[in-house]
Each structure stands twice: as structure tokens, then as C-alpha cells.
């Protein structure tokens, strides 16, 4: 029997055909989303690329989704930059630490190179002047800094002992290289690799230490007594000064044979020194002094003759004196009680024998301490040149923090606070890097390269940004 139909169920139809409407549109706007969030990105750490689908709308996003955990000095590059895009290509690239030598100053150095000949050539794309940079490879046995391979490219020239030598397969690292040579390193010895005239040469320089002796003098004080023999102003010396003498032992760091720096081990006195006596006349009392002393001493002479019926020796000593002015207990002490202390029992104004101070050490912290502007741009040259900011690029970061702070590291604006080479505000947040970010401009370089990456993107951005609030 079929159904009649009704008001009712012509409602209740419409109904349902309304809700199944609207199920199907949602259902394919959720399609539609999926389809348009999802991305095929191509991902690459230290290398290793492959491809990956991901619903992450950001870099880190992804990196998180990933499991891929990012330290401080590590780059992360994107070509769709922070926010991520279909079929965009992310790189994520380690960065260890090693030491470069700029101007004689040992810096720490984080970079992401595959080889010592890399590493250099960033500070030569960039180079601004002519200061010579080496790397230093501190464990030629250690995988993460001596196990870095010399030259990719091409032959590396070995100078050792005096000796040249080339090893046609750079691909190696120090450790093979200097095997292949038969060279054995003593515990001190240093390697180092540098350009040279377009060659990349690996330097292995023989640190050896030796002992001297050097005497040390140590200067006599002088002691002046007044002695009321001698007529005022006049002077006498009584004894002559001797100098001592302290016996210092140093180690000398010899590298290749040449002194480098020495070190005090050991310090005795051999002599101690004797003071030099002077004695000196009275002072002469002023007129008015001297005028009323006579007047006084002559009255009690007078009463003093009064009382002796006779003159006596005493008394005529006495009329003597009456011209002179009184002495003080001190000077009418005998001349031979002036004479100085045995050396054994020195007086209180003789100075102490404190040890001389050590020769000032060059300084033992690694690092940009205080660096003058041109080394700190050496550094940067090399620090944006590894993040792809060269020619231009680098040229507007130098023209950016010539105006923040004519790359000064001790720079500070006195209004705000902004602080160092980059200004950052406030300057602590450049503890990120390092604690020492107050006098090191390599923490300094480091994080401002760092803020301007995450904000700008690079330089000339920033510079732009500069010029029209100025502010960055």
C-alpha cells in the first residue's frame, strides 16, 4: 500500500535534504582545506634531503613535527622563509665549533663547513682588508674538528720540521694526511691550516719549553736623620745605598725555536738591600722665633747668674746656648745613635720585599676581548659570508652597524640602553650566545646576525628598515 503523502512528511524530507546539503558542503570544504594545507616539502639536514608531506604552516612547525631539534648556532634556511609553502625546500645545517686566528687573537668559531678549505674561503668572499685568518685544528685525532677534511678540491701543501711537501688527495683529514708523511705530533705541537698564495697549506708548528734565570734588582730606600752637628740645610751621607737582588726562574715557550711567551716559576731573594743614610743640619727657626727664644733663654741666664756667685764652665754653656735654639730630645742624641739598623731588623719606612709582578700574559681567554673594529669586521666577513650574505649583502650589514656603532664593542646608547656592535635592547639578550656578550665581540656579531636572519631575512632589508625609522 503506498503512503499517502502529507504535509508532515513533505517537511520532514525537506529537512533531511537540507542537512544532507549542508554535510556535503562542509565535507568538501574540509576537503578542500586538507587538499590546500597539505605540502610536499623537500627537507635537508647536513646533506641528507628527502621529501616529506606535512600540515605545518611555519619552518619550525615542520622542524618539530619532524623531531629535528635546532641549537643556537645552527642555520635553518626555507625558500618560502618563515612561513612554509607547497613544494618549498628547507635546510638545516649542524654547526660545530673550531678556532680561528685573527691578528694573533684564538676565536671560537661556529660554522657549518664541510672542509678547513671552506671555512677559509668564507672570510675570503668577504674581505674587507688584509688580515690573514687561519684555523686551527686543536685535535688533528678528534672526529668533529681534526676528522674535517682539509680540501675537497684539490692537493694540500704540508710544511713541518722545516719541511715542504705535498699531498696530492685533500680529501683527508689532518690526522691521514700528516700520517701519509710520516709526521708524529708531540702532545703540544700545533696544527693549522691557512691559504697561502692559493694553496692550502697545513702547518705543523713543534712547541718546546726551556728554563732561564734572570736577576731582578730591587731598589734601597732612603732614610734621612737630622743631626744637630751640622749646620741647618747641610747634608751628609752616612751610608751608601745597595741595591738587592731577586733571582727569577721562567719557562720559555719556544715555537719552531722562536720564544713566544715566557712564565715565571720560581722566585727567591738572593740579596735583600740596604737602605742609604743622609743626615741633614737642623732646620733654621724662623726670625720671630728665633727672636723670642733668644729673648726667653737670656732671661733665665740672667736669673741663673744672679744665683751663681761665680761663673763656672756650666754657666758659660749655658750663655752659649742662649744664641742657639733649643735641640729636641732627638738631636741632642750622640751622632753614632744615628747610625741605621743592622739589615736584619729594617726600619718601618724601609718598603716590604713583595715578589715583582710577572710580565703582563697575553690574554689566555679565547676570543674577540675587546677587538678594534677592523678585526671585527674580519670576523663578520666570515660569520655572513656561511649564511650566503656576501657582496652586497655584506656591504649593507657593514653600512648598518657603522651607523648603530661604528662597530664598537663597548658601544652604548645612553638614552635606550641598546648596547655593543649590533645595539641590541636590551644588550642582555646577546646572552643567548654568551655570557661574556659585555666584552666579546664575537657574541656580540654572532647574535646580531642571528636577529637580523629571524626578523629581516638578511642585511639589506634590515638596513632599509634602518633608514626609515631609524631603528632596527
Known sequence: MARRWTPRRFVVLRRIRVVSCALLVVLAMVLTFFISARKSVALSVNGQTRMVTTYAYS??????????????????????GGQLRNH??????????????????????????????????????????????TVDVDNVYN??????????????????????????????????????????????????????????????????????QRTIPIPFATRTVVDPSLAPGQTQMRQAGV???????????????????????????????????????????????????????????????????????????DSQSATTPAPTPTQTKPPQTTQP???????????????????????????????????????ASGAAAQRGWTGSQFNDLVKLWDKESHWLWNAENKNSGAYGIPQAYPGSKMALFGANWRDDAAVQIDWGLYYIAQRYGNPSTALQYQKRHNSY
Open 59 to 80: 619552518v619550525d612547525g615542520l622542524l618539530r613535527e619532524q623531531g629535528i631539534k635546532v641549537k643556537t648556532h645552527d642555520l635553518v634556511d626555507s625558500t618560502s
Open 88 to 133: 618549498a625546500a628547507v635546510t638545516v645545517r649542524s654547526a660545530y665549533q673550531t678556532t680561528i686566528v685573527i691578528q694573533g687573537q684564538r676565536v671560537p668559531f661556529w660554522t657549518t663547513a664541510t672542509s678547513m678549505d671552506q671555512l677559509l674561503g668564507f672570510f675570503e668572499e668577504n674581505r674587507r682588508q688584509a688580515m690573514k685568518v
Open 143 to 212: 672526529q668533529l674538528t681534526g676528522g674535517l677534511v682539509i680540501n675537497q678540491a684539490g692537493p694540500v701543501t704540508v710544511i713541518a720540521d722545516g719541511k715542504t711537501s705535498v699531498a696530492p688527495d685533500g680529501k683527508l683529514p689532518a690526522a691521514s694526511i700528516l700520517d701519509s708523511k710520516g709526521i708524529v705530533l708531540g702532545k703540544e705541537d700545533r696544527v693549522s691550516v691557512e691559504h697561502d698564495q692559493g694553496a692550502t697549506v697545513l702547518r705543523v708548528q713543534r712547541v718546546t719549553h726551556g728554563n732561564t
Open 243 to 317: 741595591a738587592g737582588q731577586r733571582l727569577q726562574t721562567i719557562q720559555v715557550t719556544y715555537v719552531d725555536g722562536q720564544a713566544e711567551s715566557e712564565r715565571v716559576v720560581k722566585e727567591e731573594t738572593v740579596a735583600m738591600p740596604v737602605d742609604q743614610v743622609v743626615a741633614v743640619g737642623p732646620d733654621k727657626p724662623k726670625e720671630g722665633q728665633n727672636s723670642g727664644q733668644q729673648s726667653k733663654d737670656a732671661g733665665k741666664d740672667s736669673q741663673q747668674v744672679q744665683k751663681t756667685p761665680s761663673p763656672s764652665p756650666s754657666a758659660s754653656q
Open 341 to 379: 739598623k743592622p739589615p736584619s731588623t729594617p726600619a718601618p719606612t724601609k718598603p716590604e720585599n713583595k715578589p715583582a709582578p710577572s710580565p703582563a700574559p697575553s690574554p689566555s681567554r679565547d676570543g674577540l676581548w675587546h677587538a678594534e673594529a677592523g678585526v671585527a669586521q674580519t670576523y
